[in-house]
């Protein structure tokens, strides 16, 4: 029996994926670039072999606790599915017991796919004993949800367009970041991010702008990242960020995630511009809204949002780590993918 523990934090993009170029192989229509988080970590454990699955032997189900209840029927499929690819990789066709711990709202919008995929990726391939690097994790991990992809190297990192050789990503120098979650509805979203895409893709007039506008944007985006140039960061941040939920809006039938409540935080965020607390906002596939500022500024907005903007509770948080496996965590916990996945550049510090 083995077993590996691993813990990955969820990122939040700067420049967004939004669209496949091949949903099966999940290679997306253009680069993003993200910061991982600190704060609402997955902590995935997956053991293979005797009494791992309802049985022992190859043909039993895998087995998956989500959040200590049993997961549903598609739960189970998707990481399912998932481990297949695993298994086709290790040449092992054992079932696993899969439990996993969220801790940020499931379906909200927060990228909780990315933390649990990016975990899942670490966990199963340590527990099936593969021997994978960071560039080979995240293509792995980009399989399950492609944001996952980029909570595999940690701090800010850029995924790749491209084919699945290519398609991998990779910490990238930065100057000091630090996120305000406003966190405004924490329910589950009402149409999930694969199926948005693929609306989008079938039906909105944008989406060809959308592609290379983004492009152009990413590329932007990464000068800026190596200058160190905060301002051209967040401004890019904010507007790669509206395009994309005009993009999504522009679908037919419409699919808004915005709300009355995020757009008052993307005000809120414009009135702290003005009054010269540099801040800039951008959201996902949801209604909660993340505001981008300097570590020196996080308090102060974060007290921004409280006083102006309604958010009971506002997150702070400083670029987080790289997915990585628990020391002591099981019997491979000190496989090539714990010390691979743990040693990237940046990762768990403002650059
Ligand atoms: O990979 P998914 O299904 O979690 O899609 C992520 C989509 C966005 O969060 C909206 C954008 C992004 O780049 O994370």
């Not at 209840?69 to 739960?75: I, K, L, S, V, W």
């Not at 909780?112 to 593969?130: P, R």
């Not at 079938?202 to 702008?209: E, H, R, V």
Request: net charge negative.
């Amino acid at each position: 029996m083995t077993t590996a523990t691993a813990i990955a934090h969820p990122n939040i993009a700067l420049i967004k994926y939004w669209g496949k170029a091949d949903e099966a192989m999940s290679l997306p229509a253009t680069g993003s670039l993200s910061m991982t988080l600190d704060v609402f970590p997955t902590r995935t454990t997956v053991t293979v072999g005797e009494g791992a699955g309802a049985g022992s032997n190859a043909t039993a189900p895998d087995t998956l606790t989500l959040n200590d209840r049993p997961a549903t029927d598609a739960e189970l499929g998707r990481v399912t599915r998932f481990l297949d690819l695993v298994r086709e990789l290790a040449g092992d066709e054992r079932p696993a017991a899969v439990v996993s711990t969220n801790t940020v709202p499931t379906g909200a919008g927060l990228a909780s796919s990315a933390s649990g995929f990016a975990a899942l990726a670490t966990a199963a391939a340590a527990a099936y004993g593969l021997d994978l690097d960071v560039r080979a994790l995240s293509r792995l991990a980009r399989r399950g949800s492609g944001s996952a992809s980029r909570s595999i190297p940690g701090g800010v990192a850029i995924w790749h367009a491209g084919d699945d050789a290519a398609s991998f990503s990779e910490t990238v120098a930065a100057p000091p970041l630090a996120m305000v979650i406003a966190t405004v509805d924490a329910g589950e979203k009402h149409v999930s991010s694969r199926e948005a895409m693929r609306r989008t893709i079938a039906t909105s007039p944008f989406f060809p702008a959308w592609v290379t506008s983004t492009a152009a944007s990413l590329e932007r985006m990464v000068e800026a990242c190596a200058a160190g140039d905060f301002t051209r960061i967040g401004e890019l941040t904010e507007s790669n960020a509206l395009r994309m939920h005009a993009t999504i809006q522009s679908a037919e039938p419409p699919i808004r995630y915005l709300t009355a409540a995020s757009t008052r935080v993307f005000d809120a965020v414009a009135g702290m511009r003005v009054a010269g607390l540099e801040a800039y906002a951008t959201a996902d596939a949801g209604p909660n809204v993340v505001v981008l500022t300097r570590p020196d500024d996080r308090e102060a907005v974060a007290a921004e949002l409280s006083a102006n903007a309604g958010i009971a509770q506002p997150v702070t948080t400083l670029p987080g780590p790289a997915a990585r496996l628990e020391s002591g965590g099981g019997a491979d916990a000190t496989g090539p993918a714990a010390s691979g996945a743990g040693t990237a550049p940046g990762a768990g510090a403002p650059a």
